[in-house]
C-alpha cells in the first residue's frame, strides 16, 4: 500500500506550504485507489479556516487558541462537501488530506489523530523556515494508531 504522487504535484505541495508558512496550509488529494494504492490525480489546495466561526467548537477544542492557525488547521465544511461532490463527478475519490507542521516534524499531532477518518491517507509537510519541506505520509491502523505508509514519487 502506498500513496504515488508525480514530482509536479509534490510541487505544488511544496509550494502551498510555503506561501502559508509560518501558518499551516492544508488541502485534499484527488485521485484513483488502484489495488489499495492511491494514486494522486489533483492536489486541491484549500483555505485553513482554523479560528473561522465556529469551526474550532465543532471539533471540540474550543481551549485552543481560537487564532492560531500556526499550530492548528481546519477545512472548510462547505469546500470539502463540493470537492467531495466534484470528486463523485469525475469518478475520482478523494484519497486523503494534506497540512504543514511549520518548523515542527512531519508527525501526527495527537489532535491530528483526534480527528482522522481510517480510511484517508495524511500526508504531512514538514516546512522549516519557511523553505526545506520533507514529507511523510500516515494512515490510521485498525487499533486507532498512525502507522506511516510509504510514498512512491514519480515523474513527471
Ligand atoms: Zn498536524
Same mark, same amino acid.
Given at each position: 500500500?502506498?500513496?504515488?504522487?508525480?514530482?509536479?504535484?509534490?510541487?505544488?505541495?511544496?509550494?502551498?506550504?510555503?506561501? !502559508?508558512?509560518?501558518? /499551516?496550509?492544508?488541502?485534499?488529494?484527488? &485521485? *484513483?485507489?488502484? #489495488?489499495? =494504492? &492511491?494514486?494522486?490525480?489533483?492536489?486541491?489546495?484549500?483555505?485553513?479556516?482554523? &479560528? +473561522?466561526?465556529?469551526?474550532?467548537? %465543532?471539533? &471540540? $477544542? !474550543?481551549?485552543?487558541?481560537?487564532?492560531?492557525?500556526? +499550530? @492548528?488547521?481546519?477545512?472548510?465544511? *462547505? !469546500?470539502?462537501?463540493?470537492?467531495?461532490?466534484?470528486?463523485?463527478?469525475?469518478?475520482?475519490?478523494?484519497?486523503?488530506?494534506?497540512?504543514?507542521?511549520?518548523?515542527?516534524?512531519?508527525?501526527?499531532?495527537?489532535? =491530528?489523530?483526534?480527528?482522522?477518518?481510517? /480510511?484517508?491517507?495524511?500526508?504531512?509537510?514538514?516546512? #522549516?523556515?519557511? #523553505? +526545506?519541506?520533507? $514529507?511523510? @505520509?500516515?494512515? %490510521?491502523?485498525?487499533?486507532? #494508531?498512525?502507522? !506511516?505508509?510509504? %510514498?512512491?514519487?514519480? @515523474?513527471?
Amino acid at each position: 500500500m502506498v500513496l504515488c504522487l508525480t514530482s509536479a504535484q509534490t510541487e505544488a505541495l511544496c509550494r502551498h506550504s510555503q506561501q !502559508a508558512y509560518p501558518e /499551516e496550509c492544508c488541502g485534499v488529494l484527488l &485521485g *484513483q485507489w488502484v #489495488e489499495g =494504492d &492511491g494514486i494522486v490525480v489533483e492536489v486541491v489546495a484549500m483555505e485553513n479556516v482554523w &479560528g +473561522r466561526g465556529e469551526v474550532g467548537d %465543532l471539533v &471540540g $477544542m !474550543a481551549d485552543r487558541d481560537p487564532m492560531d492557525r500556526r +499550530r @492548528n488547521f481546519a477545512l472548510d465544511p *462547505q !469546500a470539502f462537501l463540493q470537492i467531495q461532490r466534484t470528486a463523485r463527478d469525475r469518478q475520482q475519490s478523494i484519497l486523503g488530506i494534506y497540512h504543514s507542521h511549520p518548523d515542527h516534524p512531519a508527525v501526527p499531532s495527537e489532535f =491530528d489523530r483526534a480527528i482522522a477518518w481510517p /480510511e484517508y491517507h495524511y500526508l504531512i509537510l514538514a516546512i #522549516e523556515q519557511g #523553505e +526545506r519541506v520533507t $514529507m511523510k @505520509n500516515w494512515q %490510521l491502523d485498525d487499533q486507532g #494508531e498512525f502507522q !506511516a505508509i510509504p %510514498l512512491h514519487l514519480a @515523474n513527471p
